[in-house]
């Protein structure tokens, strides 16, 4: 059974940084895409990112420029970089398969401040 586990969530100001990790374990990573997602408050989750196996990248519009998504087959471990953060990507982030295939983690809360 695949295990996600989020880290590197957090309280920043608006314009700060921050870097998210996502270790998978139990599936055969290095042959899956893999999405960062995130639910805001009141909103349904949504797709922030995603990483092909030879690593190509995708970016949901909202985050294009600002956010990095990259991936360490060799620590089955996905990380996004975060910069320029505004207080409207505050939510709760996940990954995920992409499409959604496994069992959701517990994600990690990021919190911007105005």
């Known amino acids: 059974q695949v295990q996600l586990v989020e880290s590197g969530g957090g309280l920043v100001q608006a314009g700060g940084s921050l870097r998210l990790s996502c ?26 990112a995603n990483i092909t196996p030879g690593g190509s990248t995708n970016y949901a519009g909202s985050v294009k420029g600002r956010f990095t998504i990259s991936r360490d087959n060799a620590k089955n471990t996905v990380y996004l970089q975060m910069n320029s953060l505004k207080p409207e990507d505050t939510a709760v982030y996940y990954c995920n398969a992409y499409p959604v295939s496994w069992t959701w983690g517990r994600g990690t809360q990021v919190t911007v401040s105005s």
């Open 23 to 48: 270790a998978v374990s139990g599936s055969t990573f290095s042959i899956n895409t893999i999405g960062w997602y995130r639910r805001a408050p009141g909103k349904q989750r949504e797709l922030v």
